[in-house]
T-cell receptor, first 114, second 115 residues
Framework: GAVVSQHPSWVICKSGTSVKIECRSLDFQATTMFWYRQFPKQSLMLMAT?????????EQGVEKDKFLINHASLTLSTLTVTSAHPEDSSFYIC??????????FGDGTRLSIL | AQKVTQAQTEISVVEKEDVTLDCVYETRDTTYYLFWYKQPPSGELVFLIR??????QNEISGRYSWNFQKSTSSFNFTITASQVVDSAVYFC????????????FGKGTTLSVSS
């Protein structure tokens, strides 16, 4: 069946580094991709909605200059955490949707900033 | 505004016990989707069920069953004869019926099944 691939699974890096996370729909074209964030022992919170070829829509309280989203093709969206700090450490998970597929989630990326 | 409430933060049971995870939702929409996901310690979300608001029939899949009651805005999940492998965080979620909308998640219920 349809699969969403998210890469990398784990990232550990120093404070101040920028980190890019990729979300790919493997066998379908994703009109819309969503990025969620999950802090330890908390729920998943929507960060932004990404539509191919247009600017992402960010949820209230999410800094668009810090969390750069690019959805350049129908199969790839990227989230770049710029100048990451320890408070950005979290579990980031994407999901992809098209009119022919229900929403599918990636396996998530654990980001640890030292 | 849409909201999903999972009042049970943590539940502990012994293997073979039945357990019900509660989910209450709020929405002004007349049409919507409800979901349940399982999140094991490894972190990925495992899709369990999607139910649209038109269909109030209860569903059974193996040891899993779901009770959708529109009158009480509830979508409860029961695991029969629980097993250690059922230990995980379970999320209930809600979305618009309109295609391509994000999910609103409850806070999750951590289920611990001991042998």
């Amino acid at each position: 069946g349809a699969v969403v691939s998210q890469h990398p699974s784990w990232v550990i890096c120093k404070s101040g580094t920028s980190v890019k996370i990729e979300c790919r729909s493997l066998d379908f074209q994703a009109t819309t991709m969503f990025w969620y964030r999950q802090f330890p022992k908390q729920s998943l919170m929507l960060m932004a909605t990404s539509n191919e070829g247009s600017k992402a829509t960010y949820e209230q309280g999410v800094e668009k200059d810090k969390f750069l989203i690019n959805h350049a093709s129908l199969t790839l969206s990227t989230l770049t955490v710029t100048s990451a700090h320890p408070e950005d450490s979290s579990f980031y998970i994407c999901s992809a949707w098209s009119s022919s597929e229900p929403q599918h989630f990636g396996d998530g990326t654990r980001l640890s900033i030292l | 505004a849409q909201k999903v409430t999972q009042a049970q933060t943590e539940i502990s049971v012994v293997e073979k016990e039945d357990v019900t995870l509660d989910c209450v939702y709020e929405t002004r929409d007349t049409t919507y989707y409800l979901f349940w996901y399982k999140q094991p310690p490894s972190g990925e979300l495992v899709f369990l069920i999607r139910r649209n608001s038109f269909d109030e029939q209860n569903e059974i899949s193996g040891r899993y069953s779901w009770n959708f009651q529109k009158s009480t805005s509830s979508f409860n999940f029961t695991i029969t004869a629980s097993q250690v492998v059922d230990s995980a965080v379970y999320f209930c979620a809600l979305s618009d019926y309109q295609a391509g909308t994000a999910l609103i998640f409850g806070k999750g219920t951590t289920l611990s099944v001991s042998s």
